[in-house]
């Protein structure tokens, strides 16, 4: 097994160009989520997917961010025009549904997405 | 929304002694309270939870307290070892909201030889 895949691990784009990050869940966890991790703001929700199904996407900024999940093997974070502020670590998790709500997130090691 | 709140930003233990981190939460809705971890250089990976339907659960050298009135929870580790030192998220999870998980800002532990 092994773990939540992440690529690329460290992208460098310029300001206003497209960013797409991908994720591989673990084989058989049925939820993805995505979270941006920063100095200044922790680790905030972003979005998360259910059985491939877009369930909560409370946290992406509207405008530029969009995320997809085309099938169960992987899942994407495209932002497009892309500004120095988007500069983060990106992590994706995946999880299987557990008892009573308890559901344990397997973290992949981030794309670290740094916007000259 | 949820929101948490992770009291120490640092904390710095002798190795052996016990080092306590404590989170604060909002929502009484929220009934799910896991832990994180993330050492130097790698992702965050699972340490320990505890549901809302008790009020102290322990792991070897974790133990997890709640108390739900206060809406407060937090995470002691006992004989602390050099390997402990990394960040410690705490998190809550409102059951109706969905899955999701809000976390603290995290504790960056030290523990000095």
């Keep these: 097994n092994a773990g939540v895949i992440q690529t690329p691990r460290h992208k460098v784009t310029g300001k206003g160009q497209e960013a797409t990050l991908w994720c591989e869940p673990i084989s058989g966890h049925s939820a993805v989520f ?5 100095i200044v703001q922790g680790l905030e929700f972003l ?3 259910r059985n491939q199904a877009p369930i909560d996407d409370s946290g992406m900024p509207k405008e530029r961010f969009s995320a997809q999940m085309p099938n169960q093997s992987h899942s994407t974070l495209k ?38 | 929304g949820e929101k948490v709140e992770q009291h120490e930003s640092t904390l ?19 009934s799910y309270f896991p832990w994180y971890k993330q050492e130097a250089g790698k992702s965050l990976h699972f340490v320990i939870d505890i549901r809302s339907n008790v009020d102290r659960k ?15 929870f937090s995470l002691h580790i006992t004989a602390t070892q050099p390997e402990d030192s990394a960040i410690y998220f705490c998190a809550a999870r409102d059951n109706n909201a969905g899955a999701k998980l809000t976390f603290g800002g995290g504790t960056r532990l030290t523990v000095r030889p």
């Design chain 1, 79 to 116: 932002i497009q025009s892309t500004q120095p502020q988007d500069s983060a670590v990106y992590l994706c998790a995946s999880s299987l549904p557990g008892g009573g709500g308890a559901e344990t997130l397997y973290f992949g090691s981030g794309t670290r997405l740094t916007v000259l």
């Design chain 2, 58 to 72: 322990q792991s070897q050298r974790l133990i997890v307290l709640l108390d739900k009135k206060a809406k407060r």
């Design chain 2, 12 to 30: 710095s233990v002798r190795e052996g002694d016990s080092a306590v981190i404590n989170c604060t939460y909002t929502d009484t809705a929220s």
């Design chain 1, 47 to 49: 979005t998360y997917f």
């Design chain 1, 34 to 38: 995505w979270y941006r991790q920063t």
